[in-house]
């Protein structure tokens, strides 16, 4: 996946949704000059991510902003853009200065043990260069003690309509029906909201958007079973790319992209090509990286790959259930799909409840995807699963056999831990411990 450059002058304001669009058009522009129509795709989706934030209301829609798991697929329904604020975080989470300034800003004003995810996106909103008006704001409260203190300061900053999820603990029927509840009232708060009334024609156009979110989801679905073969033709790097599916489903540009990675995929394999290039041809290691991304040097998968022939199969934010939605014309039973839908993605799925969630997902990846390297890549503003950390590891030593490296990082901020002091110690981990040959010595 494309990453963006640093070009900006960081002594000057920042408008951070047009500088992402140049960006990306940059890199874009050069792909295109460089004649490299097969990976096109990759930078296509992220094309249409920042435009569709950034040309909304040019557009005559309205920008929703919103945090933690919502129904995206009602915004769109309403005529709206949803804009996921994490995405800030994360798309310049390589960027140490831009990063770094936002992170900064924040901790004048929060705990510096607040996540750097919510750090960096209230810090752009307290400096007000995002760079695009905010007309309503929708969060949940969930996944963490960082986001719940982070969401209501950015409801004042933002001074917009405001709805807020009150996600349960308990992932279950009674979870799903309190969730369905605010779901109801979620519809009328849309429609003063918006002006839009809630009739025959808008659910249509939520039935569409919906198919197509089912769509969307299919694909992933499948791109997971081609995951799961051995040797892995998908590289690591993927995973990151499909996690855009959260605030983009529902439309066709992220189907379009998943079933173009699913073609593609699907020619590797039979070429008989991997996403590793092992000069004696394997690809023994199956890794999964558990907790949270790499957001701050995603290249850490890239060279896992090339150094050890280790493919990242699966990670704790890439696998994802994908719920199929049915009987849409029955809107309870939708409703209580929906709940269960936003319970379910990543890390909500895992992280927001018993631990018991976690180990349900750990067997998902562990068996399916054959895994044999286990890493625990411990963001440090993730108090909360660090917490169940040595259960679930002690559980993966006992069950399957494998012992688990723990790495402390800053998911989000590079100023934490370098990139070599992280290649030391995964190194150290996989030919120590897993047995595994350096191939670029």
Not at 60 to 67: N, P, T
Not at 245 to 264: K, N, R
Request: charged share 25%; with cysteine.
């Amino acid at each position: 996946m494309a990453e963006i450059k640093q070009n900006f002058d960081p002594t000057q304001p920042v408008n951070m949704i047009d500088l992402t669009c140049n960006q990306v058009d940059s890199i874009y522009q050069h792909m295109l000059s460089k004649g490299m129509p097969e990976v096109m795709w990759t930078v296509d989706i992220q094309k249409f991510t920042w435009e569709e934030i950034r040309d909304a209301q040019k557009a005559g829609k309205k920008l929703v902003a919103f945090g933690g798991p919502v129904p995206v697929t009602i915004i769109r329904a309403f005529d709206c853009v949803p804009f996921f604020l994490d995405t800030i975080p994360t798309r310049i989470a390589s960027m140490e200065d831009l990063c770094g300034r936002y992170i900064d800003e924040t901790e004048k004003y929060a705990p510096t043990s607040m996540c750097a995810i919510d750090k960096a996106q209230l810090g752009c909103a307290l400096k007000g260069e995002f760079g695009v008006k905010i007309d309503a704001f929708v969060h949940a409260t969930v996944p963490c003690d960082s986001a719940r203190i982070a969401y209501p300061m950015m409801e004042r900053l933002f001074d917009c309509p405001c709805f807020t999820f009150d996600c349960p603990f308990r992932h279950d029927e009674k979870g799903y029906a309190y969730l369905a509840e605010q779901i109801q009232a979620f519809v009328p708060f849309m429609e003063e909201f918006t002006g839009l009334k809630w009739d025959a024609a808008r659910y249509e156009k939520f039935k569409e958007i919906t198919e197509e979110s089912n769509k969307a989801y299919a694909i992933l679905t499948e791109l997971g079973e081609l995951r799961k073969k051995s040797p892995c033709v998908l590289p690591g790097r993927m995973l990151v790319l499909n996690e855009i599916i959260a605030p983009l489903a529902g439309t066709p540009e992220v189907t379009s992209m998943l079933a173009t990675q699913l073609e593609m995929g699907n020619m590797l394999t039979d070429m008989g090509m991997t996403a590793t290039r092992c000069p004696d041809g394997e690809q023994p290691y199956r890794v999964c990286l558990m907790q949270n991304m790499m957001w701050s040097n995603t290249g850490i998968m890239d060279w896992m790959e090339k150094t050890y022939g280790a493919i990242t199969v699966m990670d704790g934010f890439g696998y994802q259930d994908g719920l199929i939605f049915d009987d849409l014309d029955n809107w309870e039973h939708v409703k209580l799909q929906l709940a269960e839908s936003m319970l379910l993605v990543p890390m909500i799925h895992g992280a927001t409840g018993p631990t018991e969630y976690w180990l349900k997902t750990i067997d998902k990846m562990y068996d399916d995807f054959k895994v044999n390297v286990s890493i625990f890549m411990g963001h440090v503003g993730c108090k909360h699963t660090w917490a169940s950390g040595k259960i679930v590891t002690d559980y993966i030593q006992e069950k399957y056999g494998i012992p688990t490296l723990y790495v402390d990082v800053d998911a989000i901020d590079p100023r934490y831990k370098s990139n070599d002091e992280l290649r030391a110690q995964i190194g150290e981990y996989m030919e120590s411990v897993v047995g595994a040959k350096n191939y670029t010595r």
